[in-house]
């Protein structure tokens, strides 16, 4: 079964790191851009459970598309261990400061939220949890997929999952593993028969 490289993804753990799966293949020379309209971002925010009143507009998309590159900066950093960039952490800091989304819950049928007046007001949620991720305990969890071109981030809080919930980078990276452990094998095999015949003692012509 073919994957759609533009379906949304919901599997990475938390809906920030969702945002940044609405770009695919981010390091590739032809990454996929899952938030090319307004009505698609409207789309993920409804899905995301944070559709906003006024529907989003196509500044709020750009907003979007700009803080989840933000974000994405911050977190390989965090993972890599490194220092963010401080034009990244700037840059966030004014986002949230023009947002100010006061909290008022609701019961109906379950405990609930208000949504968001605005895209942007949805956006400021999804980078409030961010920074709880990236500066608590929790950025422990989080893991990068190996695939140079991919790199995308998840939640891996048992430690055992090597790729991206993407199943075309796990198949990837097992056929380049399977075809190195395949070559080092050829490699080995001719030295090792020179190996054991070196060390092999001769026979006399009593024997």
Not at 2 to 15: I, L, M, N, V, Y
Not at 88 to 102: C, G, K, R, W, Y
Request: hydrophobic letters at 40%.
């Amino acid at each position: 079964m073919t994957e759609d490289k533009h379906a949304f993804r919901f599997d990475c753990g938390s809906t920030w790191l969702n945002l940044l799966a609405t770009r695919g293949r981010s390091f590739s020379a032809d990454p996929v851009e899952r938030l090319d309209s307004p009505a698609r971002f409207a789309e993920w925010l409804d899905r995301s459970e944070l559709l906003p009143v006024r529907p989003p507009t196509a500044d709020e998309l750009a907003r979007a598309i700009r803080l989840r590159e933000t974000l994405r900066v911050l977190v390989l950093a965090t993972i890599d261990g490194t220092a963010p960039p401080i034009d990244a952490i700037t840059e966030l800091s004014a986002f949230l400061a023009e947002h100010n989304d006061p909290v008022h819950l609701v019961a109906a049928g379950r405990l609930r939220r208000e949504p968001p007046a605005t895209a942007s007001d949805a956006l400021a949620r999804i980078a409030r949890q961010a920074i709880d991720y990236l500066t608590g305990i929790e950025r422990a969890a989080l893991k990068v997929c190996p695939e140079h071109d991919c790199r995308g981030v998840f939640i891996d809080s048992a430690g055992r999952r090597r790729w991206c919930p993407s199943p075309a980078c796990a198949s990837r990276g097992r056929v380049r593993a399977m075809r190195a452990r395949r070559a080092a094998e050829q490699l080995s095999g001719p030295a090792h028969k020179r190996r054991t015949q070196a060390t092999r003692p001769e026979r006399s012509a009593t024997d």
